[in-house]
């Protein structure tokens, strides 16, 4: 077990990330209270590992993969075309891994005592987000993107991180109770009203999922079937209709234009990429004219504010962004993490001892799906939310963390 002085501190931690706002000093950012309770957590979680003798647990492959990756993620940052941004970005992640993956490895109990916390202030700032797009922006789409601002910057990462806490959350508890079902409820109403696609998409598509796993009567298994055949049916027939909507969508080909470049960006630097954390640098020059959009960038943004939201950043995908920063064996090596997350994943959840632990099991893997789902459409793992989100879940579904779930 975790000292008590330990859980106390993370879940300070997990409580004050969703709180957390940036502060720019010149070229300096700095997230508060955020950034400093991570760095005294991971002073205090070396000085409880210490104590605790230096146990090592047992190593699986998806730890495996973990450490592969974040080794790879340090040999191209040598070869970055920018190193100081690079050695920046891969302290960062390598810090996140630290707090959030290790920590929970290292103490698997630890993660029951933090969601909590991380969950309520979900709940918190969605209440926020709902009434600051009702007051100010009369909860028109169009400015949904600021409606979690400052606490969130983009709409999209708020979307996604609401999505894991949701299943986080009901991961964490043997029933829902009403104030629980409540505040998922609300967060569900915030989800939707800050209009992100890719994040209320991958809650369906995880929900839908879960109906696979959690139906058990032959009956209820061919309502699904035949709801999922009449959806492809109208998928189908809609397909047109669709395409021509995504077409004329700013967003989406902006998406297309950044994928693009990370394309030809890999034919220039295959073996090792540009280096962790340059893509929103260094893709400008590899747009081409008709790929381009109205909220296209020639220059890389190096402050937020309302005037430039939604413009610049990162590949809009970790898998495109893995192999422009770090070449095709980033890519693979991304890729192996992502595989062996949700088979440890599957083996939890198959491998579970009773009702309440496959539950708990499943739950934890929609969480990660969602997110690699999101993945696909979006790059979020940098920020310290979805990192919390993201390692603990991915470490605390271990049979460890499966403890204490009948």
Not at 68 to 96: D, E, N, Q
């Amino acid at each position: 077990m975790p000292p008590v002085w330990l859980v106390r501190l993370y879940q300070v931690l997990f409580a004050m990330l969703p709180w957390s706002v940036e502060y720019s000093f010149g070229n300096w950012a700095i997230e508060l209270p955020a950034e400093p309770l991570l760095a005294i957590s991971g002073i205090g979680l070396l000085l409880a590992w210490r104590q605790a003798g230096f146990p090592l647990p047992k190593l699986r492959v998806f730890h495996t993969a973990i450490l592969i990756w974040s080794v790879w993620l340090c040999a191209t940052a040598f070869s970055s075309s920018m190193p100081i941004v690079s050695w920046k970005y891969v302290l960062v992640s390598i810090g996140h891994l630290w707090v959030f993956g290790v920590g929970v490895t290292l103490f698997p109990g630890l993660w029951r005592k933090v969601w909590p916390g991380f969950f309520w202030s979900m709940a918190g700032v969605a209440l926020y987000t709902i009434i600051h797009h009702g007051f100010f922006y009369q909860f028109r789409s169009v400015q949904a993107n600021l409606a979690p601002m400052p606490f969130f910057a983009d709409h999209t990462v708020f979307g996604a991180v609401t999505v894991m806490a949701i299943w986080g959350a009901t991961s964490t508890v043997e029933k829902l109770t009403r104030y629980k079902g409540l505040a998922i409820a609300l967060l569900v109403a915030a989800l939707l009203l800050t209009a992100s696609r890719a994040a209320a998409l991958s809650l369906f598509t995880t929900a839908y999922l879960a109906c696979w796993f959690l139906l058990k009567r032959h009956w209820q298994k061919k309502v699904l079937l035949a709801f999922t055949v009449t959806c492809l049916a109208a998928l189908a027939y809609w397909q047109p209709y669709l395409s021509g909507k995504l077409a004329g969508d700013v967003s989406s080909r902006e998406r297309l234009n950044r994928w693009s470049c990370a394309w030809r960006m890999s034919f220039d630097r295959p073996w090792t990429g540009f280096g962790p954390g340059t893509f929103a640098f260094q893709y400008l020059p590899y747009q081409k004219p008709e790929e381009m959009t109205r909220i296209s960038v020639v220059e890389p943004i190096t402050r937020r504010h309302p005037s430039n939201y939604g413009r610049g950043g990162g590949a809009h995908s970790e898998y495109a962004q893995a192999l422009a920063e770090t070449g095709w064996p980033g890519l693979a090596l991304w890729l192996l993490v992502v595989v062996a997350a949700l088979r440890q994943g599957a083996q939890n959840y198959f491998r579970a001892a009773t009702p309440g632990q496959r539950r708990l099991a499943l739950f934890l893997l929609l969480g990660l799906s969602s997110f690699f789902l999101h993945g696909l459409v979006n790059n979020f793992l940098h920020d310290a939310r979805m990192a919390a989100l993201v390692w603990s879940m991915a470490m605390a579904g271990w049979v460890g963390g499966l403890e204490g779930h009948n």
